[in-house]
Structures are given as structure tokens and as C-alpha cells.
Nanobody, 118 residues
Framework: VQLQASGGGLVQPGGSLRLSCAASGSIFRINDMGWYRQAPGKQRELVATITRGSSTNYADSVKGRFTISRDNAKNTVNLQMNSLKPEDTAVYYC?????????????WGQGTLVTVSS
């Protein structure tokens, strides 16, 4: 089982980016999915999570600007980021609790860099 994230890049303040993450492998079910980020010199922090039933939770710093969504049929989770600020610059990681025939475990993607700068 692996998670593959994509969509990072360089964007100007006020711009938008869409991150995507796809899970692959022998997956029985995916429970909660989410996005986290880690800025240079800082700890990894939660950005947004989404349950299998699409209930969402956001960090206060991104509420109203970011939207998390998922497609259970495709085992994907997306993060639409609008009105980006320089302080959103970080490596973004997707995460998912994945149930396989061996049981359930949290998995992490490899990270994708988002740089917000003029």
C-alpha cells in the first residue's frame, strides 16, 4: 500500500493550487484521510481531515480558503487551496488510515512542496 501525492509548486500570494493524493495497493477500506504540512523549522501540523462519510475538519488558519474532498471509489483525497499566503509555504503530506487484509494502519505520502512567494 502506498500514497502518492502530487500538485505542489510555486504560486504567487493570492493564487490557488490543488493537491491530489492517490492510494494504491491491496486496500480493503480507507477510513479517515487528511492533509498535514510542515514548514521549515516547524513541527508538522494538521491542515484538514475528512472522514469516509465526508465530514471535514480544518485548521483555523486555513478555514474558508482550503477545501478537502475525497473520492472513495478512486481512493483519492484532494486539497483545493485558494487565497494562498506566504505562511502556507510548507511540505504538504497526505495521510490515510487504510484497512487491508492484515488490519488497519496509518499511511503517509511522500510530501509535495508548496511555495507561496512573489
Amino acid at each position: 500500500v502506498q500514497l502518492q501525492a502530487s500538485g505542489g509548486g510555486l504560486v504567487q500570494p493570492g493564487g490557488s493550487l490543488r493537491l491530489s493524493c492517490a492510494a494504491s495497493g491491496s486496500i480493503f477500506r480507507i477510513n479517515d484521510m487528511g492533509w498535514y504540512r510542515q514548514a521549515p523549522g516547524k513541527q508538522r501540523e494538521l491542515v484538514a481531515t475528512i472522514t469516509r462519510g465526508s465530514s471535514t475538519n480544518y485548521a483555523d488558519s486555513v478555514k474558508g480558503r482550503f477545501t478537502i474532498s475525497r473520492d472513495n471509489a478512486k481512493n483519492t483525497v484532494n486539497l483545493q487551496m485558494n487565497s494562498l499566503k506566504p505562511e502556507d509555504t510548507a511540505v504538504y503530506y497526505c495521510s490515510a488510515f487504510i484497512v487491508t487484509a492484515q488490519g488497519g494502519s496509518p499511511y503517509w505520502g511522500q510530501g509535495t512542496l508548496v511555495t507561496v512567494s512573489s
